[in-house]
């Protein structure tokens, strides 16, 4: 496969009707691998939340403000990232961010005291949340937006995989261990992904050619102040509040006020995940085909109801349990891959590394302000059931109509610059 066409999306009709080419298909699983290391680390903290607080001997707060250092720290590397975003081969770029991920996991994985964990979250998210951005410049470098919903659908599997593989082992080891193993477990997975990253992924340099600002703190500012990122730079963070507000303490409101045994999580999230993993490239296509706003809307009603309704649980059967988490991840799909696809039509080719550095950095920061606010509003009672986690609901719910509104304007644009009505 040549320069040119690594370099730009294949957007012919023999790649409409037969899909993806060989190299194409490589390349998504690849990414797909790459974000199942780099989520499953994010998530992990949920589940082993139960485990993580009495084996530490910290509070719910404290286990807070852990989620949040990966969040915050997250959001500064992108900041600092993005005025540089653009000014290398984004499989270099991938690497380098790859590679520093790799040590913050080391560090949570030998981690023997609190401060040594909220140490491993920082460096893993100075590392790990700029990843996420450089896996969807190069999507949308080498993709046309017609086929990028299918390829998010694909690549967001990763999500999905971590419910069915990681989140289940890892509560395994840690069950029959202890939690440091879960951590080690990704270090392995990740080397392994930096290996295949380095000798079986072409470069990723087209934009290279492309006029810049030759000064990085110049193509930030640009980037910023580009007035029609703004509208998606808002509804990036609107997207990122909920999710982070509700997962981190997930676990154990399962636990304590769901009234499902520990031993019983693993279930959870493998029957979740599963329907997940038929969910997303089922989503990918019903973007592509039917629109991305459309299928968003979709995601954002069936989120809502769900959220209020898992909110709102009390002690429930472990099938009840299940089938609430299957239908709001359904929601949660249906929201995440359209919503992706749609904002990597938004950035020039010449922005795209920085337009997506800072909307991972407001998401980040975002998601760790949500994750805060989370921690303040919910108390333990000393059976350590959460309270008020329904306000939790609300608030989640009030994010998802506002981004609602908010992602029509985004669409609208992107369907005026594309002469269509929607796309």
Not at 61 to 90: E, M, P, T, W
Request: hydrophobic letters at 55%; aromatic letters at 10%.
């Amino acid at each position: 496969m040549t320069e040119q066409t690594l370099a730009a999306p294949i957007d012919d009709q023999q790649e409409r009707q037969h899909g993806f080419s060989r190299y194409q298909s490589l390349l998504i699983a690849l990414l797909a691998f790459t974000q199942f290391t780099i989520i499953l680390d994010f998530i992990i903290m949920s589940p082993l939340g139960a485990i993580l607080m009495p084996s530490l001997n910290i509070t719910a707060g404290q286990f807070g403000v852990a989620v949040s250092a990966y969040a915050f720290s997250a959001g500064i590397s992108g900041i600092l990232a993005a005025g540089f975003a653009d000014r290398f081969d984004r499989k270099r770029l991938l690497l380098f961010f790859y590679v520093g991920f790799t040590l913050g996991t080391v560090l949570c994985a030998v981690a023997q005291s609190y401060d040594v964990l909220l140490l491993g979250r920082i460096v893993t998210g100075l590392f790990g949340g700029v990843i996420g951005s450089v896996v969807l410049a190069i999507i949308t470098d080498l993709f046309p937006l017609h086929l990028r919903g299918r390829v998010m659908g694909f690549v967001q599997t990763a999500f999905a995989a971590s419910q069915v593989l990681g989140i289940p082992a890892g509560l395994f080891l840690a069950n029959h261990w202890n939690w440091h193993v879960c951590f080690a477990a990704i270090v392995g997975l990740s080397i392994a992904a930096i290996a295949l990253i380095a000798f079986a992924m072409e470069p990723v340099n087209a934009h290279l050619r492309l006029k810049q600002d030759k000064n990085p703190f110049h193509h930030l500012i640009a980037t910023i102040g580009q007035p029609r990122y703004t509208l998606a730079f808002a509804v990036t963070m609107l997207l990122a509040t909920g999710g982070f507000m509700l997962m981190p303490f997930s676990s154990a409101f399962t636990v304590h006020n769901l009234g499902i045994d520990i031993l019983h999580l693993p279930t959870i999230y493998l029957v979740s995940g599963l329907f997940s993993i038929v969910t997303g490239p089922l989503v990918g296509r019903a973007s592509d085909a039917f629109g991305k706003y459309p299928t968003f809307v979709f995601g954002s009603v069936v989120s809502v109801i769900m959220v209020l309704i898992y909110t709102h649980l009390g002690h429930v059967s472990l099938t009840t349990a299940i089938l609430v988490n299957v239908l709001m991840f359904v929601g949660i799909f249906s929201r995440m891959i359209p919503s992706q696809a749609l904002m990597s039509a938004i950035p020039d080719a010449s922005q795209r590394g920085s337009f997506n550095a800072v909307s991972a950095s407001l998401q980040q920061f975002s998601g760790g302000l949500g994750s805060m606010l989370a921690a303040a509003i919910i108390a333990q009672d000393p059976d350590g059931s959460l309270i008020h986690f329904d306000r939790l609901g609300y608030v989640v719910v009030t994010t998802s109509i506002l981004s609602l509104i908010a992602m029509y304007f985004v669409q609208k644009s992107v369907a005026n610059r594309a002469g269509r009505r929607v796309v």
